[in-house]
C-alpha cells in the first residue's frame, strides 16, 4: 500500500511564503514523476509543477519566478517552496506521485489528501 502524506499548508499574508511537503512511504520500487496540482473553489484543478527523478522541472506561468519545486529521492519527497503569495494562490494543494509499487507490472499514479493554502490579509 502506498500513501502521500502532505504538511505544511496554511494561512499567510500576501506576498508571505509557505513550504509544502509530500512524503511518499509503502511498497515503492520506484518514483518517476511527482508534482503538485491546486484546485480553487469553483474552478477547475490545475497543474503548478512537476519534478522528474533527474530533476528536470515545469512550472505553470502563473507561478514562474515565485514557486520552486524540488525532491529528495532517498526520501521519496516533494516540496514546493511558495514565495511572494497573492490571493489568487489560495487553494486546495494536492501532491502527486507516478510510481510502481511492488508487485505491480505498471505504473500508477497516487494522490495525497490535499492541505489548504490560504492567502488573506
Known amino acids: 500500500q502506498v500513501q502521500l502524506v502532505e504538511s505544511g499548508g496554511g494561512l499567510v499574508q500576501p506576498g508571505g511564503s509557505l513550504r509544502l511537503s509530500c512524503a511518499a512511504s509503502g511498497s515503492i520500487v520506484s518514483i518517476n514523476v511527482m508534482g503538485w496540482y491546486r484546485q480553487a473553489p469553483g474552478k477547475q484543478r490545475e497543474l503548478v509543477a512537476t519534478?522528474?527523478?533527474?530533476?528536470?522541472?515545469n512550472d505553470a506561468d502563473s507561478v514562474k519566478g515565485r514557486f520552486t519545486i524540488s525532491r529528495d529521492n532517498a526520501k521519496n519527497t516533494v516540496y514546493l517552496q511558495m514565495n511572494s503569495l497573492k490571493p489568487d494562490d489560495t487553494a486546495v494543494y494536492y501532491c502527486?506521485?507516478?510510481?510502481?509499487?511492488?508487485?505491480?507490472?505498471?505504473?500508477?499514479?497516487?494522490w495525497g489528501q490535499g492541505t489548504q493554502v490560504t492567502v488573506s490579509s
Open positions: 502527486y506521485a507516478d510510481l510502481v509499487s511492488r508487485g505491480a507490472l505498471y505504473r500508477k499514479t497516487y
Open positions: 519534478i522528474t527523478n533527474g530533476g528536470r522541472t
